[in-house]
């Protein structure tokens, strides 16, 4: 039986192997990253990868929004300025060492058989897959949503770590940039739901990494001051609410934790409120 677990063990780290020579040895001289033991291998394939992820989502959006489609989506007078994006830029990519430390992590215990992980979808079946997905992103976004409030509600949280991200606070000085634009263990927190569900959630473990990495994606998103008014999805209509009122609207990816925790505002209800 411990020859079976080892076993299977393997494929994990079979295939975190696999992504760090995709990943390093498209990009960098196997002298560089090769003598690496594994788990700094692990880091430095998920740093380039947020940093990646990080700056082709956020130019690729503002480009679409500010300049392609200007005065669509976003007035002329609302776009932030030069100033506040490379802010943003510059705090963002001085925290992305530490947050990429958390998925290496989270790896790490994945590939010692600490968690819940499994290693394909075979192994389960697509029906249980689909369940335990769900379950997963319940946890997530249960956690993430009050890891998020707490950060509001206990002072010296918000004081000395949240207070960063919040400098932003209008729309003029919203951008997709201002999405990982953290202090480092404010924006680790904010992930580590993420990495608690693999303790109580059988998971998929490709599809963990994959759900960490669209953390990017999807708070480039909720900073664009958009509001798409696709229910249930917490998009950026609510998140903005969320920078101008700090007390509404914690939620993640959907409206639900909010409604729940009675913390919910619509941004339909302000929209007399709003200058254009």
Not at 24 to 45: E, I, N
Not at 191 to 202: D, E, G, K, R, T
Not at 229 to 249: E, S
Not at 254 to 275: A, C, N, Q, S, Y
Request: glycine share 6%; aromatic share 18%.
């Amino acid at each position: 039986m411990e020859d079976h677990g080892s076993t299977y063990l393997q494929l994990f780290v079979d295939e975190t192997t696999f992504y760090n020579r995709i990943v390093l040895g498209s990009l960098l001289p196997s002298s560089v990253w090769d003598p690496l033991p594994h788990f700094l291998q692990t880091w430095l394939r998920n740093y380039i990868g947020g940093v990646l992820v990080y700056f082709l989502s956020g130019f690729l959006w503002c480009f679409y929004i500010y300049y392609w489609k200007r005065n669509v989506y976003v007035p002329q007078d609302a776009i932030p300025s030069y100033k506040s994006m490379l802010l943003q830029i510059y705090v963002t990519m001085k925290a992305m060492p530490c947050y990429s430390a958390l998925p290496a992590v989270s790896e790490y215990m994945v590939e010692n058989g600490w968690t819940k992980c499994f290693s394909r979808i075979s192994d389960v079946g697509w029906l249980a897959y689909l369940v335990y997905l769900v379950n997963y992103l319940v946890v997530a976004e249960f956690g993430i949503y009050w890891m998020h409030r707490e950060l509001h509600d206990i002072k010296p949280l918000y004081k000395y770590l949240h207070a960063t991200h919040h400098i932003y606070n209008k729309q003029n000085t919203l951008s997709p940039f201002a999405g990982l634009a953290f202090h480092p263990l404010d924006g680790i927190l904010q992930a580590v739901p993420h990495v608690i569900a693999l303790f109580l959630v059988p998971t998929h473990f490709l599809t963990h990494i994959l759900l960490l990495f669209l953390e990017a994606i999807w708070t480039a998103n909720i900073h664009d001051c958009i509001h798409a008014n696709l229910w249930p999805v917490m998009g950026a209509g609510y998140h903005t609410i969320h920078h101008t009122t700090y007390r509404h609207n914690y939620g993640h990816y959907t409206i639900w934790m909010d409604w729940l925790f009675g913390t919910l505002r619509d941004p339909l209800d302000d929209e007399p409120k709003k200058v254009m």
